[in-house]
C-alpha cells in the first residue's frame, strides 16, 4: 500500500478513536446529571417530583404518609420526626415538622437527603419546601423544628402501577458533607432542593 495512504489512513483511525474517547469521557461527566433529569422527570427510584405548584385540592383518595429519619455516622445529631405518620387525601398540601439535635460541644453542620417508598410513586409525590441540601449548621445543643410541605397527586390513584398503594413513607438522612451522602449513594434517589428554611 502507498506510504501517503497509509498515513492518511492511520491518521483517520486515529482522529476516530480520539473522537470516540473523547465522546465516552463527555458521557462519563453527564451521566450523573442526564441521570439525574430522567429520575426527575419520571419518578424513576423514588424520587421526588419537584416544584413551587400549589396542592389542586383534597380528592376522596386517604392515604397514610409515614415519616422517616437517619443520621450518617459521622454526624453527631440526633434527628427524628415529629410526627410518625398522617393521613392525607391526595391533592390536599400537608405540613410536618421534623426535629434536630446537635449534641456536640461544637457547632456543627449537616445536609439532608430523602427520598420516598415505595420508589414508584416518587412520579406523584410532590414537595414544594424543605429543609433538604441547604446546610443546616447547629450551635452546641441546639434543637430545631424544620418544616416539610408536599402533596400527591391525585393522579396516582388513576395509575394502574399505584392505584392500590395507601401508604408512603418519605425518608431523610441528615449527613455532614454532600460528599458522605454522594459515598453512601443517597444523592442516586434524591431530587434538587426546592426551597425552605430552618425556623
Not at 93 to 103: H, I, K, S, W
Request: glycine content about 10%.
Amino acid at each position: 500500500m502507498d506510504p501517503i495512504r497509509l498515513q492518511r489512513r492511520n491518521r483517520r483511525l486515529g482522529l476516530a478513536v480520539a473522537g470516540f474517547v473523547t465522546g465516552m469521557v463527555g458521557l462519563a461527566f453527564a451521566s450523573v446529571p442526564l441521570y439525574r433529569m430522567f429520575c426527575q422527570v419520571t419518578g424513576y427510584n423514588g424520587t421526588v417530583q419537584q416544584g413551587q405548584a400549589a396542592a389542586p385540592g383534597a380528592g376522596d383518595v386517604q392515604l397514610t404518609i409515614r415519616f422517616n429519619a437517619n443520621v450518617h455516622p459521622g454526624l453527631p445529631w440526633q434527628f427524628a420526626p415529629e410526627q410518625r405518620s398522617m393521613p392525607l387525601r391526595v391533592g390536599e398540601e400537608g405540613l410536618a415538622f421534623y426535629r434536630a439535635a446537635n449534641l456536640a460541644a461544637e457547632a456543627t453542620t449537616g445536609i439532608a437527603a430523602y427520598n420516598v417508598t415505595p420508589e414508584v410513586v416518587g412520579r406523584y409525590f410532590h414537595k414544594t419546601a424543605c429543609f433538604c441540601f441547604n446546610e443546616q449548621t447547629l450551635a452546641p445543643g441546639q434543637q430545631v423544628d424544620m418544616p416539610l410541605t408536599f402533596w400527591v397527586d391525585p393522579q396516582i390513584a388513576r395509575d394502574p402501577n399505584t392505584a392500590g398503594i395507601r401508604t408512603i413513607t418519605i425518608n431523610y438522612t441528615f449527613f455532614r458533607t454532600l460528599e458522605d451522602a454522594a459515598r453512601s449513594g443517597a444523592l442516586a434517589n434524591a431530587g434538587q432542593h426546592v426551597g425552605g428554611v430552618v425556623r
